[in-house]
């Protein structure tokens, strides 16, 4: 030990007699501890920097035309850069102020600050730039406020400490227990709790699958926002038509962008030429959103258009609601339903109102205020209307009248078998010439 302390005293009184590092030995643990803190003041960098480790040897060496002074550290070797921590089997640290590093071997940032903790085979890290570059087989770790942990393995990561801001790139795989991402290269951006993911990325949880041109995820507020022709497929189980019985239902999304909100207030937002598809429905409009796990409630906005096709009609409006525990959905602004043949082909009437109501448990459609339904056989108009599904009849009251060869016809009541293309006209007839 003696050697030692008399080999390291005569390498450091050679240096220049401006500067002369603080030299701390541990003979229990036998650890060599630079400290960088009282650097020259000409330099512009005042970034405090620590390094040591159990064994040190140095050398010179030309680095870029200059001569450069390089420390060799090994076992249990470390950078302290701030609050930032780096650790390898061995490292080459350039210079007293160590303004550049190499990592060989185990190589680990520890940024317990911001609940980061990475693991790598090698890196380089720069004082000046307040970078590390990571290479192999990495793995990022990032713990959020609910103590969920967040794993990213790339080949490659760059990361800039002043800026907390991480790089990774050729092939990037994100895994937590909501979901899976695959991506070609991603960013995180800690103060945000943001990433951000270019190149088409695949994300995958429990029961979905999502595409698009970009995506961001939010860790701390799950929300996913995907933008460029964002596609979604979802899995869900539901009860079979008129039974108990459950059975797999697959949901198609897509949309201009996609908004996923995975919190105490769950929602999806899609937005602009929305569409969802369905194995017997299909619902498009320019804004469409979905709250709560399983869709108990869904907002839609502009153009809004819903083909059933087990029912054989389609519903369009502009603004909807719809209400999963009651099923119940309320259509409004030139809201209209078509009634088409069984094979969904043809259009064989068209009832239009100023308001449309769906009770699904009931298996009836009204319809109120200004009700005009239209078929090759006359018009028909009245104040409200409904429709019952099951036996594919209408029935249309409050001041009711059909019209047809210049001839308006009132009446207390009228049936209309929309698919039959069939009129019943009950309650008293009254019958008057168009003008």
């Known amino acids: 030990m003696k050697k030692i302390l008399f080999f390291l005293?005569?390498?450091?009184?050679?240096?220049?007699?401006?500067?002369?590092?603080d030299l701390l030995l541990y003979e229990s643990e036998e650890l060599i501890k630079f400290n960088t803190d009282k650097a020259d003041k000409k330099k512009k960098s005042k970034i405090p920097t620590n390094w040591g480790g159990s064994t040190l040897s140095q050398e010179t060496k030309n680095i870029d035309g200059l001569d450069q002074t390089v420390y060799s550290l090994s076992g249990g070797a470390w950078i302290e850069h701030k609050k930032v921590k780096l650790t390898a089997s061995k490292i080459e640290i350039l210079g007293q102020d160590a303004y550049k590093g190499f990592l060989t071997g185990q190589t680990k940032v520890?940024?317990?600050?911001?609940?980061?903790?990475?693991?790598?085979?090698?890196?380089?890290?720069?004082?000046?730039?307040?970078?590390?570059?990571?290479?192999?087989?990495?793995?990022?770790?990032?713990?959020?406020?609910?103590?969920?942990?967040?794993?990213?393995?790339?080949?490659?990561?760059?990361?800039?400490?002043?800026?907390?801001?991480?790089?990774?790139?050729?092939?990037v795989i994100i895994e937590n227990s909501d979901f899976t991402i695959y991506s070609n290269s991603a960013k995180f951006i800690e103060k945000e709790k943001l990433l951000e993911l270019e190149e088409k990325p695949f994300i995958f949880s429990k029961d979905s699958f999502i595409i698009g041109e970009r995506a961001s995820h939010k860790l701390n507020d799950k929300i996913t926002e995907i933008e460029g022709t964002a596609f979604v497929i979802r899995q869900s189980l539901e009860n079979k038509k008129d039974s108990e019985e459950k059975e797999k239902v697959i949901t198609y999304l897509t949309g201009d962008k996609i908004i996923s909100i995975d919190n105490e207030e769950p929602s999806t937002g899609l937005y602009g030429s929305a569409k969802l598809f369905r194995k017997n429905l299909e619902f498009s409009s320019n804004y469409i959103k979905s709250i709560g796990k399983s869709?108990?409630?869904?907002?839609?906005?502009?153009?809004?258009?819903?083909?059933?096709?087990?029912?054989?009609?389609?519903?369009?409006?502009?603004?909807?609601?719809?209400?999963?525990?009651?099923?119940?959905t309320h259509l409004t602004d030139?809201?209209?339903?078509?009634?088409?043949?069984?094979?969904?082909?043809?259009?064989?009437?068209?009832?239009?109102?100023?308001?449309?109501e769906r009770f699904g448990n009931l298996k009836e459609l009204v319809s109120r205020g200004d009700v005009e339904i239209n078929s090759d056989k006359a018009i028909l108009n009245g104040e409200f209307a409904t429709y019952f599904e099951e036996s594919e009849k209408l029935v249309l009251e409050g001041n009711p009248s059909i019209s047809r060869d210049k001839k308006k016809i009132y009446c207390?009541?009228?049936?209309?078998?929309?698919?039959?293309?069939?009129?019943?006209?009950?309650?008293g007839l009254n019958a008057s010439k168009k003008k």
């Open 295 to 328: 869709g108990e409630k869904i907002i839609a906005k502009e153009n809004v258009e819903i083909f059933d096709k087990d029912n054989h009609s389609k519903m369009s409006g502009e603004t909807l609601e719809y209400n999963k525990e009651k099923n119940y």
């Open 9 to 21: 005293l005569t390498i450091f009184s050679i240096q220049s007699n401006k500067y002369y590092p």
């Open 110 to 171: 520890e940024d317990s600050e911001n609940g980061i903790n990475i693991s790598s085979s090698n890196g380089t890290y720069d004082k000046f730039s307040e970078t590390i570059l990571l290479n192999g087989k990495t793995r990022f770790y990032y713990k959020d406020k609910k103590n969920q942990i967040t794993k990213i393995s790339c080949p490659n990561l760059s990361r800039n400490m002043s800026e907390n801001i991480t790089y990774f790139s050729n092939g």
């Open 334 to 356: 030139n809201s209209k339903i078509e009634f088409l043949s069984k094979d969904n082909e043809e259009v064989q009437s068209t009832l239009t109102a100023v308001e449309i």
């Open 412 to 427: 207390g009541r009228i049936i209309l078998y929309p698919k039959k293309n069939k009129i019943l006209l009950t309650d």
